[in-house]
């Protein structure tokens, strides 16, 4: 995001919004070398993966169209981030079905939205089914980082949140 999409989205300065974000790569330099690194991959190769390999081409990566290169390499940062979120949230969903399959469970799972998953289920089978499901979410997958998992209990999915 630019200074001015900052400034924008916080209803600050573009001047604050600069300067938050130089915080932010002073603080994180890691995030800037990312940003560079897979830049510099997708001009190259013409594509960026997610950590599983799936491909998202961007044939306007090189363009001499400024604010067509500039969002294809917007995308080309986010892209494997959303992208691999995408992944590992159909995994835990498989996984969650075969569980719930082999234990004969009363729950379902009803909708996906993004990184979420909600369920209807049975209000004596909450503690241990809940518990479960989110055991099955952080291990999904391995990664060199925890996957944390943050559930709400409620009638309805607006005021689970």
């Given at each position: 995001m630019s200074s001015f999409g900052l400034s924008k989205q916080l209803?600050?300065?573009?001047?604050?919004?600069?300067?938050?974000?130089?915080?932010?790569?002073?603080?994180?330099?890691?995030?800037?070398?990312?940003?560079?690194?897979?830049?510099?991959?997708?001009?190259?190769?013409?594509?960026?993966?997610?950590?599983?390999?799936?491909?998202?081409?961007?044939?306007?990566?090189?363009?001499?169209?400024?604010?067509?290169?500039?969002?294809?390499?917007?995308?080309?940062?986010?892209?494997?981030?959303?992208?691999?979120?995408?992944?590992?949230?159909?995994?835990?969903?498989?996984?969650?079905?075969?569980?719930?399959?082999?234990?004969?469970?009363?729950?379902?799972?009803?909708?996906?939205?993004?990184?979420?998953?909600?369920?209807?289920?049975?209000?004596?089978?909450?503690?241990?089914?809940?518990?479960?499901?989110?055991?099955?979410?952080?291990?999904c997958v391995n990664l060199n980082l925890p996957l944390?998992?943050?559930?709400?209990?409620?009638?309805?999915?607006?005021?689970?949140?």
């Amino acid at each position: 995001m630019s200074s001015f999409g900052l400034s924008k989205q916080l209803g600050i300065s573009i001047p604050e919004a600069k300067d938050y974000m130089n915080i932010y790569f002073n603080r994180y330099p890691k995030v800037k070398l990312y940003m560079k690194e897979i830049k510099d991959f997708a001009k190259e190769k013409g594509y960026v993966e997610t950590i599983y390999g799936r491909k998202l081409y961007l044939p306007e990566i090189n363009s001499k169209h400024a604010q067509r290169r500039n969002y294809a390499e917007r995308t080309a940062i986010n892209a494997p981030v959303q992208g691999s979120a995408a992944d590992i949230i159909k995994i835990a969903m498989i996984q969650i079905d075969k569980w719930l399959v082999k234990n004969n469970s009363r729950t379902m799972m009803i909708m996906q939205v993004h990184d979420e998953l909600v369920f209807e289920i049975h209000e004596k089978d909450i503690d241990v089914e809940v518990l479960e499901i989110i055991n099955i979410m952080q291990g999904c997958v391995n990664l060199n980082l925890p996957l944390e998992v943050n559930y709400g209990i409620d009638n309805n999915w607006g005021d689970a949140h």
